[in-house]
């Protein structure tokens, strides 16, 4: 993510984060695994008040610096997983973690998120504290164990191609052979070129990948690597999972946020509304096809939905221009403060 915020975005302190949500959405993404987080408790907070309807947010941070360093999140999509029934083991704050979660038919699936350190010389340690720490939990048969892992395994996933530090993908296939877990990708792609990363000194290198357990080969659809819409330097790696036997989950149906119930504008639109489609109930004479009590019925839900998303957006956009100001009289006292 490089953070939570973004120039290119609003000035909140969590300004990223509605775009995740929007992604989620648009894309039916059912979990969402990002590294780089950079959120505090209060942050934190922030992200549920504003996106608690559809998303749930596990998250574990830098001790040292959690607003400003590492950081790993599991976002979950309420609409397609069941998020409350998740659970995450942390292995090293802010870098690596295990999510469980219950999936179809009582099955459950777990998910390694990591964020490797950036210096080659420190991942033979990071990599052998993981495989302890992960021994030493209660959590067995990882299947998915994916992230930003900035080291790469083979020449060809470095451009120019180059073999990475020996001791650090010594230690990461160590780790890899114990919980059992592959390329899968990449060895069904074993000649491709695919870079999910470009440095400032216009390298390339695929340091963002998804290893599977063994047990999934045939469960692996649609593998994808693209740029986010989320502002980032890393592009966003995906893939679906669909295990035998797995239900059809259609695309469900938008309902209406608890927060507009009361919204005193919205209530009149909905009288008028009702008030119009009482009247033409009223003159309605000779039912058809086109107009009935049914399409009138039909055509006063379709209004009433409309207004509800309408105020919606309103009420979001008030909210994120509530932080924008918050943040502005924050960085302004500051400034009086250094003055004074």
């Keep these: 993510m490089k953070g939570r915020?973004?120039?290119?975005?609003t000035q909140s302190p969590t300004s990223k984060w509605t775009t995740i949500n929007q992604t989620m959405r648009d894309q039916k993404i059912g979990i969402l695994c990002v590294?780089?987080?950079?959120l505090t408790n209060e942050h934190e907070k922030q992200i549920d008040s504003l996106f608690s309807r559809r998303l749930r947010v596990l998250n574990t941070s830098d001790p040292q610096r959690p607003g400003s360093s590492a950081g790993i999140a599991f976002v979950l999509n309420k609409e397609l997983t069941n998020a409350s029934s998740a659970t995450m083991e942390i292995l090293i704050p802010?870098?690596?973690?295990?999510?469980s979660l219950n999936w179809h038919n009582n099955k459950t699936i777990k998910i390694l998120n990591i964020y490797a350190p950036n210096n080659a010389n420190e991942h033979p340690n990071f990599w052998n504290k993981v495989k302890t720490e992960w021994l030493k939990s209660?959590?067995?048969?990882?299947?998915?164990?994916?992230?930003?892992?900035?080291?790469?395994?083979?020449?060809?996933?470095?451009?120019?191609?180059?073999?990475?530090?020996?001791p650090a993908i010594n230690a990461l296939r160590e780790l890899r052979s114990e919980i059992k877990v592959q390329d899968t990708w990449r060895n069904e792609n074993p000649h491709h070129c695919l870079f999910t990363f470009s440095s400032n000194r216009h390298t390339l290198s695929r340091l963002d990948r998804i290893y599977t357990s063994e047990r999934h080969l045939e469960s692996m659809l649609d593998w994808n690597t693209k740029v986010s819409q989320i502002p980032s330097d890393h592009q966003m790696v995906s893939v679906r999972f669909a295990p035998p036997g797995l239900p059809h989950?259609?695309?469900?149906?938008?309902?209406?946020?608890i927060g507009i119930m009361a919204n005193e504008d919205l209530l009149k639109?909905?009288?008028k509304i009702g008030d119009e489609s009482q009247k033409e109930l009223d003159v309605l004479r000779q039912r058809d096809e086109?107009?009935?009590?049914?399409?009138?019925w039909k055509s006063f839900k379709n209004k009433i939905t409309a207004a509800a998303k309408e105020t919606t957006k309103k009420q979001l956009a008030r909210i994120n221009q509530r932080n924008v100001n918050e943040r502005l009289t924050q960085d302004l006292q500051l400034k009086r403060n250094r003055y004074l």
């Design 35 to 38: 590294q780089e987080t950079h």
């Design 138 to 166: 209660n959590v067995s048969d990882i299947d998915f164990m994916l992230g930003d892992f900035n080291l790469t395994e083979n020449p060809i996933d470095r451009a120019p191609a180059r073999l990475d530090n020996e």
């Design 5 to 9: 915020t973004s120039t290119n975005l």
């Design 249 to 257: 989950i259609g695309k469900g149906r938008w309902t209406w946020p």
């Design 290 to 296: 086109e107009t009935n009590p049914q399409t009138i």
């Design 269 to 271: 639109q909905i009288i």
């Design 94 to 99: 802010g870098r690596a973690a295990i999510m």
